[in-house]
């Protein structure tokens, strides 16, 4: 907490968003007992500050999550021990100073009540790994400053909480020089790892001591990196798909006739995919999980969608010029192209034994995107009704 306060990341706006917006489903699994909110739960306990942070000079962001103070201490001390819902009343009981949720919410939001900030200061949401066995839960004293309840600017935030005097002592930033490398190759093997132990043996398969093993790194270091084992199976989906979509967005078919650009495009996937097995692998396994961890990532959602409006550009350009049928859906061609890169790897130990033939083999698999190639150039040609009104047209 102390160094978060002396950095004033402004990134931390964005993070903290989303990390609120899972905060109640996140309680219900908490009040019913379920352990399997451990992992949010601790993403949610570093947002609870990095929102104090990053809100205190944005009234919108401290109305939106001026109530993550008191929900975390009131909820916090359950979810150690998972003992459902008697236990947070108990614990509810037991703080009788922390305002009740259930009540009428304060009009000011910017004035966070007292008594919870000064609790979660004392706190210092040292127990990140809430739940975790064989973790002791320290009660350290409260930080200075934090029996003040005025808000204070990003800028002010270190002098006001920690004093000038502390700030000064040491510039404190971003790891650099060789400490950043290491930092970012010991992270980089860790999520190389993972995706390999993820693509053969799943979620549930995949084994943490396992990965770190393989990653020659302590256990530890995933939970320091990743938060938890759902998080990292997250980054490692969010590295494969970003690979995918940041390879695409390299294309330039800005000035590539249209039909030629889409088909680029297809060719690209398609090799894609052959590339990286991993890529088929993880996808098959999240689909049959009903992307439930996928649903969590923040970052596929944003590089997907100028994938999606590269086509539409090509479509538009070449409905223009009557190179291309009019009226297509950008998100159905992406789909089609996908699927014609797709099915044959995904399903290829399960047709190979139906049909007696290797559909590993290069040749048959040349052969296969050949004719999905030409497939696809025939349905994005125009129609002959449009043909004829684009000769009627130029004529």
Same mark, same amino acid.
């Given at each position: 907490?102390?160094?978060?306060?002396?950095?004033?990341?402004?990134?931390?706006?964005?993070?903290?968003?989303?990390?609120?917006?899972?905060?109640?489903?996140?309680?219900?699994?908490?009040?019913?007992?379920?352990?399997?909110?451990?992992?949010?739960?601790?993403?949610?306990?570093?947002?609870?500050?990095?929102?104090?942070?990053?809100?205190?000079?944005?009234?919108?962001?401290?109305?939106?999550?001026?109530?993550?103070?008191?929900?975390?201490?009131?909820?916090?001390?359950?979810?150690?021990?998972? &003992?459902?819902?008697? $236990?947070?009343?108990?614990? *509810? %009981?037991? #703080?009788?100073?922390? +305002?009740?949720?259930? !009540?009428? =919410?304060?009009?000011?939001?910017?004035?966070?009540? &007292?008594?919870?900030? $000064?609790?979660?200061?004392? *706190? %210092?949401? #040292?127990?990140?790994? +809430?739940?975790?066995? !064989?973790? =002791?839960?320290?009660?350290?004293?409260?930080?200075?400053?934090?029996?003040?309840?005025?808000?204070?600017?990003?800028?002010?935030?270190?002098?006001?909480?920690?004093?000038?005097?502390?700030?000064?002592?040491?510039?404190?930033?971003?790891?650099?020089?060789?400490?950043?490398?290491?930092?970012?190759?010991?992270?980089?093997?860790?999520?190389?790892?993972?995706?390999?132990?993820?693509?053969?043996?799943?979620?549930?398969?995949?084994?943490?001591?396992?990965?770190?093993?393989?990653?020659?790194?302590?256990?530890?270091?995933?939970?320091?990196?990743?938060?938890?084992?759902?998080?990292?199976?997250?980054?490692?989906?969010?590295?494969?798909?970003?690979?995918?979509?940041?390879?695409?967005?390299?294309?330039?078919?800005?000035?590539?006739?249209?039909?030629?650009?889409?088909?680029?495009?297809?060719?690209?996937?398609?090799?894609?995919?052959?590339?990286?097995?991993?890529?088929?692998?993880?996808?098959?396994?999240?689909?049959?999980?009903?992307?439930?961890?996928?649903?969590?990532?923040?970052?596929?959602?944003?590089?997907?969608?100028?994938?999606?409006?590269?086509?539409?550009?090509?479509?538009?350009?070449?409905?223009?010029?009557?190179?291309?049928?009019?009226?297509?859906?950008?998100?159905?061609?992406?789909?089609?192209?996908?699927?014609?890169?797709?099915?044959?790897?995904?399903?290829?130990?399960?047709?190979?034994?139906?049909?007696?033939?290797?559909?590993?083999?290069?040749?048959?698999?040349?052969?296969?995107?050949?004719?999905?190639?030409?497939?696809?150039?025939?349905?994005?040609?125009?129609?002959?009704?449009?043909?004829?009104?684009?000769?009627?047209?130029?004529?």
């Amino acid at each position: 907490m102390r160094r978060s306060l002396r950095l004033g990341w402004r990134g931390w706006k964005a993070q903290v968003v989303s990390a609120h917006r899972r905060l109640q489903s996140v309680e219900g699994r908490l009040m019913s007992g379920n352990p399997s909110s451990v992992g949010q739960w601790v993403r949610f306990g570093r947002g609870a500050h990095r929102a104090r942070v990053a809100a205190s000079d944005r009234p919108v962001l401290m109305t939106t999550h001026s109530n993550a103070p008191d929900r975390y201490p009131r909820y916090h001390p359950p979810a150690r021990g998972f &003992r459902g819902k008697p $236990a947070a009343h108990q614990h *509810r %009981r037991r #703080r009788g100073g922390i +305002a009740d949720l259930s !009540g009428p =919410r304060r009009d000011d939001a910017i004035s966070l009540p &007292r008594d919870n900030l $000064a609790d979660v200061g004392r *706190r %210092r949401l #040292r127990p990140y790994r +809430a739940g975790y066995p !064989g973790r =002791r839960h320290s009660q350290p004293e409260p930080l200075p400053g934090f029996s003040s309840c005025r808000v204070v600017t990003i800028a002010e935030a270190p002098s006001a909480i920690l004093g000038t005097a502390a700030v000064g002592k040491k510039k404190i930033g971003p790891p650099t020089g060789p400490r950043a490398k290491n930092t970012a190759e010991t992270r980089e093997r860790i999520l190389l790892s993972a995706i390999e132990h993820f693509a053969q043996g799943g979620f549930n398969g995949a084994k943490t001591e396992a990965i770190s093993r393989d990653a020659d790194v302590g256990n530890r270091m995933i939970y320091h990196y990743f938060g938890d084992k759902e998080g990292l199976y997250v980054a490692a989906l969010d590295h494969v798909l970003g690979g995918l979509r940041m390879e695409e967005l390299k294309l330039d078919l800005s000035v590539t006739p249209p039909l030629d650009g889409l088909l680029t495009m297809f060719d690209f996937t398609s090799g894609h995919f052959e590339r990286h097995p991993e890529l088929v692998r993880l996808l098959s396994a999240e689909n049959l999980m009903g992307a439930a961890y996928l649903r969590k990532s923040e970052a596929t959602p944003m590089v997907a969608s100028p994938v999606v409006g590269q086509i539409r550009d090509l479509l538009r350009r070449g409905e223009a010029e009557g190179s291309v049928r009019a009226g297509l859906d950008p998100l159905h061609v992406y789909v089609m192209m996908v699927a014609l890169s797709y099915f044959h790897l995904s399903n290829a130990p399960t047709l190979s034994a139906i049909w007696n033939q290797d559909l590993t083999d290069s040749a048959w698999r040349a052969e296969h995107r050949r004719l999905s190639r030409d497939m696809l150039r025939t349905f994005l040609a125009p129609t002959a009704a449009q043909a004829a009104m684009n000769a009627a047209d130029r004529g």
